[in-house]
């Protein structure tokens, strides 16, 4: 249930992991000074690099630290390395960033303040407000722009967005629930990642493995009982990626006289392997509409934004 077909570890499966350790140790801070018991719950991932592939047989070593508190949130920052337990080898598989709010046991509807931490340097302290601020404000952005439904398309043609779309519908059980009764953060970014795997392998019918994954927004809590549909779309293809528009809607099942909302969303990349673990191109994306086209050309902005970000980085990490 951990990998693919050639032995690679699920990005689903190690979001998961990286959602569970945060999740413990800001739970964790947040109950450290006693007063009103909470849980942590997910808020937001920033975005999220695959470095290396693990593979079945490997040991995950997770890490988390908490580095920045404001008064109703927490930052976490995870490390992910995978260790080939026969020849001792380590590696960096990813790095992770999670924001969680602490909500009240007696009380879902209740954030409480968070314990601040101690700093080593002011620097520290003002570098995890700015991007508190950061990521406060792109959240806002992202809410805005969550109206869009994916319907089915009767007969289309390959390698068009219809062609490879997929949705999952899921009903929330216990086992998928915090202490809250709400779904774990890490459940529903697995779930995503199985929907935009299928989508990334119907487009090129190939073995395909998560590249990366941009910010995840959680934009409302998902209650035990409720029905979640996870809707995937191709949006961009360059030569040796894909990008994927994934978010999940949730439908109250039980004695619930609410609507359909949108809970969660994100965009995640793929690329295209060949079995020796090869980079294989990509068919292009062929778009119809004019939404289609619209959302490819923002997907090409994110691309080549990501680009130059990457490449600026090499030439930084290259200068004496």
Not at 54 to 58: A, D, L, N, P, S
Not at 152 to 158: A, G, M, R
Not at 173 to 191: I, N
């Given at each position: 249930d951990d990998a693919n077909v050639v032995g690679n570890v699920h990005g689903g499966t190690i979001l998961k992991m990286i959602e569970e350790a945060g999740a413990i140790i800001s739970t964790r801070h947040c109950n450290s000074q006693g007063g009103?018991?909470?849980v942590a719950a997910l808020a937001r991932v920033e975005r999220t690099d695959f470095l290396s592939p693990?593979?079945?047989?490997?040991v995950a070593n997770v890490s988390a630290e908490i580095t920045y508190t404001s008064r109703h949130s927490v930052e976490v920052q995870v490390n992910v390395m995978s260790e080939n337990i026969l020849t001792g080898a380590k590696k960096v598989t990813n790095k992770a960033t999670l924001w969680y709010v602490p909500l009240s046991l007696k009380n879902v509807n209740k954030v409480l303040e968070v314990p601040p931490i101690q700093y080593v340097r002011k620097e520290q302290e003002d570098e995890g407000k700015k991007r508190y601020e950061e990521q406060k404000l792109d959240r806002l952005?992202?809410?805005q722009r969550n109206g869009d439904v994916i319907f089915?398309?009767?007969?289309?043609?390959?390698h068009t967005v219809g062609y490879s779309q997929s949705s999952l519908i899921h009903l929330v059980?216990?086992?998928?629930?915090?202490?809250?009764?709400?779904?774990?953060?890490?459940?529903?970014?697995?779930?995503?990642?199985e929907v935009a795997g299928i989508?990334?392998?119907r487009h090129c019918k190939t073995n395909i493995v998560t590249a990366s994954v941009d910010a995840i927004n959680f934009h409302e809590k998902i209650k035990k009982g409720c029905v979640i549909t996870i809707s995937g779309r191709m949006t961009f293809t360059s030569n040796k990626s894909m990008e994927i528009e994934v978010f999940v809607d949730a439908d109250p099942f039980v004695?619930?006289?609410?609507?359909?909302y949108r809970a969660v969303s994100a965009f995640f990349t793929y690329v295209s392997l060949s079995k020796e673990g090869k980079p294989l191109p990509v068919p292009q994306l062929l778009t119809e509409t004019e939404d289609e086209k619209r959302r490819f050309e923002e997907g090409k902005g994110r691309y080549l934004q990501t680009k130059a970000k990457r490449q600026a980085q090499m030439q930084q990490a290259a200068q004496p």
């Open positions: 009103e018991p909470c693990m593979c079945i047989g490997e952005e992202t809410k089915p398309i009767i007969n289309p043609e390959p059980g216990p086992s998928d629930c915090t202490l809250l009764g709400f779904v774990h953060g890490g459940v529903t970014m697995k779930l995503m990642d989508v990334a392998a004695d619930e006289p609410r609507e359909r």
